[in-house]
């Protein structure tokens, strides 16, 4: 056979080589792994996801659109809470409507009531003497000429000496130009002698008015069984702050033995510090009110200290505060709101509208059958009324009180969508 192949045609030989390359060819495309598989695997991998995506569009329209809408009905409005007026009624919840008011600019200051410095007086005797007896106490009422004190005094007795002496002599002195007038009248004495008698009655009289003055400057009665016996008296109508003195102790002539002060009007001083000095002016209307209880008082500033404390580095305002029910005790610790400013503006909410929510302030705004937290930029404040910068528009209804409840309904709703 190797003969018989020998013998063949060029030709021949070439037809032969090419039909094996070719099988040899054909046969690696058959025998490569997964070849035919991956690309039917494509094709039906496509096919089967475009199937999908058909029958998912068919059955519920446009998905995206769809599974968004689902999100948005499912969750609330985290900043809403439906209330109908039933229930703002039941709860307790007033309306109000935001609208123009008048913001009142305070400061507050610290004071202490203390007693009027032109109603407080100290009494002191002017005299030496010994205290027999005492007829007032601290917290007495006393009358302007009331008995305080009795005291035996060395010193009145030798004064009212004095004032008895110059009384016997103005009584000669009188007699002696009555009985000389007599005489000259009958020609029996000298004119001289009548002119000198008179000179000697103004005389006499005039000691006695001295001793008269003097005993009265001592406050003394100007005679009496008993030459030492001294009555001191009140020299106002007032309340007794303090007393000084017993029965049996030696006092001197310049003590004070007694503060009686009128406690119908009292002042109230407050220190004012440096940087306020110049607001807080004479003249500005203040609010007083106690700290111990209930109790307030309108007031105006009647004087600021010229000097500031070495000590404090504040100055003294001063309130004069009538007090005729004697409410206003020395001593009592006070506030003083002082007005500084009074503001019109356009768009004011009630103080107690206000709520923190979500870390800003915010007031419940009626909006149809809810109440919405509408954020807003508060200014001016007082103690009634904020000023409303941004965030609401005049005339729109809020949540002026319990506004509190509803923040606590916001937050059960945020809590119960959580869970």
């Known amino acids: 056979m190797k003969n018989t192949l020998s013998r063949l045609p060029r030709t021949q030989w070439l037809a032969i080589a090419a039909v094996v390359a070719l099988t040899l060819v054909l046969a690696v495309l058959i025998l490569r792994p997964g ?46 809470v439906a209330m109908t007026d039933a229930q703002l009624r039941a709860a307790g919840i007033e309306l109000a409507t935001a609208g123009p008011a008048v913001v009142e600019s305070t400061l507050r ?38 008995v305080l004190a009795v005291l035996s005094s060395p010193g009145l007795a030798d004064q009212r000496a004095v004032l008895l002496a110059a009384q016997r002599r103005l009584a000669l002195a009188r007699s002696t130009v ?10 029996i004495s000298a004119r001289q002698d009548l002119l000198q008698a008179q000179a000697t009655l103004e005389e006499a009289a005039i000691a006695v008015r001295s001793a008269q003055g003097k005993l009265a400057m001592l406050g003394g009665a100007p005679a009496g069984g008993d030459l030492t016996r001294y009555e001191l008296r009140s020299p106002i109508d ?147 009324h904020v000023e409303v910068r941004a965030g609401l528009r005049p005339g729109e209804r809020y949540a002026r009180t319990q506004s509190f409840l509803v923040k606590a309904e916001l937050g059960k709703a945020g809590a119960s969508h959580s869970h």
């Not at 029958?55 to 329209?61: D, I, K, M, N, V």
């Open 238 to 384: 007032g309340v007794v702050t303090e007393k000084r003195l017993a029965p049996g102790e030696t006092v001197k002539e310049d003590a004070p033995v007694f503060t009686i002060s009128d406690l119908g009007s009292v002042w109230v001083e407050a220190q004012v510090a440096p940087q306020h000095l110049g607001r807080v002016v004479t003249g500005l209307p203040a609010v007083v009110r106690a700290e111990a209880f209930e109790a307030r008082a309108d007031a105006r500033i009647r004087h600021i200290g010229a000097l500031v404390g070495e000590q404090t580095r504040h100055a003294v305002a001063r309130l004069v505060l009538p007090n005729p029910k004697g409410l206003w005790r020395p001593g009592l610790p006070v506030s003083i709101d002082v007005l500084l400013e009074a503001r019109e503006v356009p768009v004011a909410v009630a103080v107690e509208a206000l709520q923190d929510v979500d870390g800003a302030r915010a007031v419940f705004v009626r909006e149809g059958a809810a109440l919405v937290a509408r954020p807003l930029e508060p200014g001016l404040a007082d103690d009634r």
């Open 109 to 146: 200051l610290l004071g202490e009531v203390r007693y009027d410095a032109d109603r407080t007086v100290q009494v002191v005797p002017r005299l030496a003497g010994l205290v027999e007896r005492v007829q007032a106490s601290a917290g007495d009422t006393v009358r302007k000429g009331q």
């Open 35 to 80: 070849a035919a598989g991956d690309g039917d695997h494509d094709d039906h991998g496509d096919h089967d996801e475009r199937a999908r995506s058909t029958a998912s569009t068919e059955g519920t329209g446009h998905a995206e659109p769809a599974a968004a809408g689902k999100d948005a009905h499912a969750e609330p409005a985290k900043d809403r």
């Open 178 to 187: 009555e009985r000389e007038q007599q005489l000259w009248e009958e020609k």
